[in-house]
Structure formats: C-alpha cells, structure tokens
C-alpha cells in the first residue's frame, strides 16, 4: 500500500471558525509532511514530523497547528485563518533517513489534497 | 524561500515528440528529484538523481545533473496525452533524517493530440 490519504477533499470556513485536516498513511514511514500549495505556484513546505516529533516548521503562523498522535497520522488544526490562507494543503510521507539515506527512502508519497477556501 | 527555478514555465508539443525540462537551484544538494501534478491533484514522484551522478534513466525519462553549473534537466521521450501535467524539480539540501524538498517554480507541460 503506497497510499497516503486526505481528508476533506474540500474545506470551506470562515476566519472564526476552527477545524482540521486529516492525513494517514499505512507504509511504516516515520517522517510526514505539511505543505500548502497557491494556485500555479510550487508546494512550500510548512512542517516535517520525524518519528511523531516536530522537527521543522518553516515560520508558519500560529494559526495553523499540527499534531501528529501517532505514526500514521497527521493533523492540522487551523483557527482564525485568513482568505490569504485559502490554498491546496498537501500531505507526504518518507522513511526517514537516519543518518544516510538512499534511492528508496528518499522518496515522499504525497496525497491527494484538501483545498481549503477560507471565506 | 524558493531555490529553485525552472524553465520554459510551459511548454506545448505534439504528441509523439520529445519534451525537455531544466531546473537550476542555488544551494549544495543531496540528491535532485523529479515530480509530476495533474491540475489540482497530489504530486507523483517520478526519478530521483544523487548529487554524485550524472545521469539516470527511468522508461521514457532520463534526467541529468551538473553540480558544478547547479542544473539539471529533465527528457521526456515519445511524449503522450497522458503526460500533459506540471512538472516539478525539488532539490533536497540535507543529508539524513527527514527531508526538507525545496520546489523549483514548475514547468507546465501539454501534450497535443
């Protein structure tokens, strides 16, 4: 199985409103990844979790808070966003490296995306 | 901030003829790697090339890499319909651990029937 799920397909909220995104995987890797993507821009990267810790979160505002309980999951808690925050939100997964990687554990799986219209 | 940058931004051939990618970036790397979007959707990883090779194939792909110039290009062979999507180069800066994929700006790629 080398699918990572996303759940919602789409998300419309209002700035007030609080919610999350869901991403799961089920290969065994213990890295996964947050990246938000604008219309025909490229994805940037907003958070990596390495073996369920945070271990880099590219400035990105406190409005936006990710969590990983376990292994195979991934969330995003988003409250009080901004229209500027409307965008494809992705989620990847690796193996994680350790101290020298290879062919096969540099790959990221992505999933399909939730596109979030902050209203 | 975005390292890298890829030309054409889009690119429109017949189906049939050859397609070919570059991508340049600023920083010393790990390895180079290559992904496709369809509109809207994830991306698909493609190939992967490390900083120590020059080239590498996969079916119709064969992707290059000079170091010393920081370039690397992508070639599409007999192209098809089904490969009209963007593509993405997607440098990797670290050398264990997780990664920390730096996207070039993606080139937009038609095939015509």
């Known amino acids: 199985d080398t699918e990572v799920t996303q759940t919602p397909k789409h998300l419309v909220m209002g700035m007030t409103n609080k919610k999350s995104l869901k991403c799961e995987q089920h290969m065994g890797h213990r890295a996964m990844y947050w990246y938000k993507q604008k219309a025909k821009k490229p994805p940037e990267l907003m958070f990596v979790y390495s073996y369920e810790k945070l271990s880099i979160n590219e400035s990105v505002p406190s409005r936006f808070s990710p969590e ?3 292994s195979s999951l991934l969330n995003l808690h988003l409250h009080a966003l901004q229209p500027e925050d409307s965008a494809l939100y992705l989620c990847a997964s690796s193996q994680e490296r350790g101290r020298v990687g290879n062919s096969s554990t540099d790959t990221q799986y992505f999933g399909p995306g939730t ?3 902050v209203l | 901030s975005q390292q890298g940058e890829e ?54 792909l064969r992707v290059t890499l000079d170091t010393s110039k920081k370039s690397s290009s992508l070639l599409i062979t007999a192209s098809r319909a089904a490969d009209t999507a963007s593509y993405f180069c997607a440098t990797d800066p670290l050398w264990g651990g997780a990664q920390k994929l730096v996207f070039g700006q993606g080139t937009r790629l038609t095939i015509n029937p």
């Open chain 1, 68 to 70: 990983c309980p376990n």
């Open chain 1, 115 to 117: 596109r979030l219209t």
């Open chain 2, 7 to 60: 030309d054409p931004q889009a690119l429109s051939i017949q189906e049939g003829e050859n397609a070919t990618m570059n991508c340049s970036y600023k920083t010393s790397i790990n390895n180079l790697q290559w992904y496709r979007q369809n509109s809207g959707r994830g991306l698909v990883h493609l190939i992967l090339i490390r900083s120590n090779e020059r080239e590498k194939h996969s079916g119709r």
